[in-house]
C-alpha cells in the first residue's frame, strides 16, 4: 500500500478510534489495515497508535502525525480536483437535522445525485451534538444558535418563525392580543437536550429581543411531537412558519401575536475546524447554500403577495 493510502488509512482510524468501523468505512478488510499500519509505523520509525481490545488511541506522535496527514491528503485532493479539473467523488456523510432535511433538502436531493454521480451520499438523522471526528460524518446541517467554537460554519438561510395555536385551544384561553396576556396561557414547551432547561418563548418589540417563559403542563424534546403537541390544542408554540405552513393553510393552526414575531432562525453547516474543507464538502455546502436561497426567496415572495 503506497504512502497516501496509508495516510488515509491512519487517518480514518484515528478518527474513529477503531480499526473495525474503520474498514467499514474504508470498505477494506480490517487485516489490510492492520497491516498498513504496521508498514507505515515502521517506515516512520514510531508507534502512532496504542491498540487495546477496547479502544485504539494516538499516541503523541500519533496526535502530531494526525494534523499534518489531514493537511496533505486535503490539499492532494484539492490539486487533483484543480488541475484534472476531476469531479468530487467518494463518500459524504452528513447528520441533518430531521424536519429540514424532510421538507428541503432530501426532496431536492436527485439533482445533487444528477450534478455529482461520483459522490456516494451517506445521510444521517439528528437533532443533538454531534461529534464528527469520532463518529466519522464530514458536515451536519443544523437549525439555531451554534456554539461549539470546535466546528467552522457557513449559514446558508435564516427562516421566518411565529407563534400559533389550535383554534380550540384560542376558543377556550382566549387569543392573547399583547405579551402580558401570556401570563394567563399555556405553552408546550421545548426542552434544551444540552442543559435540561425549557427554550424561553421569544419576540421581537421595537427591534429588540423580549424573552417570556410560559408555564405548561407538557415539555417536549421532538420536533415532531412539539407540533402535535399544539395541534390537540395544549397550548402555544414558536416555529419556523414552514413547519406549520399547511396547518395554517388549513385552519388548524393560528398564527397569534404577529405584531410580535420570533426572531428568525438561522440555519447553518458546520464541519471541524481543524479540516480543510475537501472538494466532496464544499460542492454539497455549495448546493445547500443555493438550495437554502430559494427558500428563502419563496418566503419573501409569500410575504408579498399578502
Same mark, same amino acid.
Given at each position: ?133 469520532? %463518529? ?74 423580549? %424573552? ?37 393553510? %388549513? ?56
Amino acid at each position: 500500500m503506497d504512502q497516501v493510502k496509508a495516510m488515509r488509512v491512519f487517518v480514518r482510524i484515528y478518527e474513529r478510534s477503531s480499526f473495525t468501523l474503520a474498514a467499514e468505512d474504508l470498505n477494506m478488510p480490517r487485516a489490510t489495515l492492520t497491516h498498513s499500519m504496521n508498514q507505515l509505523e515502521a517506515r516512520l520509525g514510531t508507534r502512532l497508535l496504542e491498540r487495546s481490545t477496547r479502544r485504539v488511541k494516538p499516541t503523541l506522535d500519533g496526535e502530531a502525525y494526525y494534523g499534518r496527514c489531514v493537511h496533505l491528503l486535503a490539499e492532494l485532493e484539492e490539486a487533483e480536483h484543480a488541475f484534472r479539473s476531476v469531479a468530487p467523488k467518494g463518500r459524504l456523510r452528513v447528520d441533518l437535522h430531521g424536519t429540514l432535511a424532510k421538507h428541503f433538502v432530501v426532496p431536492a436531493l436527485p439533482e445533487f445525485l444528477a450534478r455529482y454521480p461520483e459522490i456516494q451520499l451517506s445521510m444521517s438523522e439528528a437533532d443533538r451534538f454531534v461529534d464528527l471526528i469520532q %463518529e466519522g460524518v464530514d458536515c451536519v446541517l443544523r437549525a439555531g444558535t451554534l456554539s461549539d467554537s470546535s466546528l467552522i460554519g457557513r449559514r446558508v438561510a435564516t427562516l421566518d418563525q411565529l407563534t400559533c395555536a389550535s383554534p380550540a385551544y384560542l376558543r377556550k384561553h382566549g387569543e392573547p392580543k399583547s405579551l402580558d396576556d401570556l401570563a394567563r396561557h399555556r405553552a408546550v414547551n421545548y426542552v434544551s437536550r444540552t442543559t435540561g432547561k425549557h427554550f424561553p418563548f421569544e419576540f421581537l418589540v421595537d427591534g429588540a429581543l423580549q %424573552e417570556v417563559q410560559i408555564d405548561g403542563a407538557v415539555s417536549v424534546f421532538g420536533a415532531e411531537i412539539y407540533a402535535a403537541s399544539a395541534l390537540a390544542g395544549i397550548g402555544l408554540i414558536q416555529v419556523p412558519r414552514y413547519r406549520v405552513a399547511s396547518q395554517l393553510a %388549513e385552519g388548524l393552526l393560528r398564527e397569534v401575536l404577529p405584531q410580535f414575531p420570533p426572531p428568525p432562525m438561522p440555519v447553518s453547516v458546520l464541519y471541524p475546524h481543524n479540516r480543510h474543507m475537501s472538494p466532496r464538502v464544499r460542492v454539497f455546502v455549495d448546493w445547500l447554500t443555493g438550495l437554502f436561497a430559494q427558500v428563502g426567496a419563496a418566503e419573501a415572495a409569500a410575504h408579498l403577495s399578502k
